[in-house]
């Protein structure tokens, strides 16, 4: 799947499901494992459960391949792998700790939310 068919879909997937501070990174030349790293806001375990299960959803359906997903068992902190995408799904507390964003922040890509339709983009977070 193209990588922005499978960004749009994943961001579109957080959206469904009340993702809060959706925000996406390139990690093109920090890591040849992944080009995308997604981070999104969940407010209890079972939302965080519910993002990751809903993306896993939404990318098959799409015909995307979903390669694994860790951290479902307890929901504080969920890792979806789509091989050059990487969705990680955390509680405030958890997202604020490991502060994600430093490590792969240095390039925010402007994606538009509330849909592909919508007018407001996005924020880069630096």
């Known amino acids: 799947m193209d990588l922005r068919k499978l960004q749009r879909v994943v961001v579109d997937a957080l959206e469904d499901v009340k993702g809060q501070d959706i925000r996406v990174f390139n990690t093109t030349g920090l890591t040849e494992l992944f080009d995308r790293v997604i981070l999104a806001t969940g407010t ?19 015909g995307g391949q979903v390669v694994s997903v860790e951290g479902e068992e307890t929901g504080e902190w969920v890792l979806v792998d789509l091989g050059d995408v990487v969705v990680h799904l955390m509680q405030p507390a958890i997202r604020s700790y490991y502060n994600l964003e430093e490590l792969w922040g240095g390039k925010p890509v402007r994606v538009k939310l509330g849909g592909a339709g919508a007018a407001g983009e996005a924020a880069p977070r630096r």
């Not at 965080?48 to 359906?61: D, I, M, Q, Y």
Request: aromatic fraction near 0%; proline fraction near 0%.
């Open 44 to 62: 209890s375990n079972r939302q965080t459960r519910a993002l990751a299960s809903h993306v896993r959803e939404k990318v098959k359906a799409a």
